[in-house]
C-alpha cells in the first residue's frame, strides 16, 4: 500500500540519516565507499523526486509556497553541486568527510504545515506518484539540469538510464527501505 508524499519524503531523509551514521560508524575504507556510493544514489534520486513532487505541492498548497520552494530549489542546486563535487573524490579524499556532512545534514522542516494543508486522498496520491518518480529520475548529481517540472522531468528521464548503467561499475551497500 503507498504511503503518503510526506512519509515517503521523510523515509527518504531517514535512509539518508542512517546511511551516514553506518558510515560514520564504518572503519573499512572499501566499505565506507560503498555506504559513500549509496548516499550519493540516495539524495540525487530523493533531489530529483522532491522537486518533481513535492515543491510543485508546496507552491499551490501554502501560504508563500512560490517563495519557500524557490529558496528550497536554491538549497538544492547547491547541494548538488556539493553532491557532485563528492562524487568525483574518493573517501580517502582531503576534505571527503567535511563535505559529506554538510551534505547530509537533512531537514523535514517544511513538511507538517504541507500535510496539515493536504487531505488524506491527496497526500496518498501524490505519495504513489512519488514512489513510481523515484524510479525514473537520475541516480547521480546533475547541478546544471533543470530543476522543475516538465524539463526536470524530461531531463531526467533521458540521463536516468545512463547513470543507471554507470552504477553497474560501483558497489553499494542496501539501506534500511531494502
Do not use: W
Not at 508524499?5 to 527518504?12: H, Y
Not at 565507499?33 to 530523493?46: D, F, G, L, P, S
Amino acid at each position: 500500500m503507498p504511503k503518503d508524499i510526506i512519509s515517503e519524503v521523510i523515509e527518504d531523509h531517514n535512509v539518508i540519516k542512517d546511511l551516514n551514521s553506518r558510515y560514520n560508524k564504518e572503519m573499512d575504507a572499501c566499505e565506507k565507499q560503498k555506504i559513500a556510493n549509496t548516499i550519493v544514489r540516495e539524495i540525487a534520486v530523493h533531489s530529483a523526486a522532491e522537486e518533481i513532487c513535492a515543491y510543485p505541492l508546496i507552491e499551490k498548497h501554502l501560504i508563500d509556497g512560490k517563495k519557500i520552494a524557490d529558496k528550497s530549489r536554491e538549497e538544492h542546486l547547491q547541494l548538488k553541486k556539493d553532491l557532485y563535487e563528492l562524487d568525483q573524490k574518493k573517501v580517502q579524499d582531503e576534505g571527503y568527510e567535511t563535505l559529506l556532512k554538510k551534505i547530509c545534514d537533512v531537514k523535514n522542516e517544511i513538511y507538517p504545515k504541507l500535510k496539515d494543508s493536504l487531505n488524506e486522498k491527496i497526500l496518498k496520491e501524490e505519495g504513489e506518484k512519488y514512489e513510481k518518480t523515484r524510479s525514473t529520475v537520475p541516480t547521480r548529481p546533475h547541478p546544471s539540469a533543470p530543476d522543475q517540472p516538465p524539463l526536470e522531468t524530461a531531463a531526467g528521464m533521458a540521463q536516468a538510464p545512463i547513470d543507471k548503467g554507470l552504477d553497474l561499475t560501483r558497489e553499494f551497500v542496501k539501506t534500511i527501505r531494502e
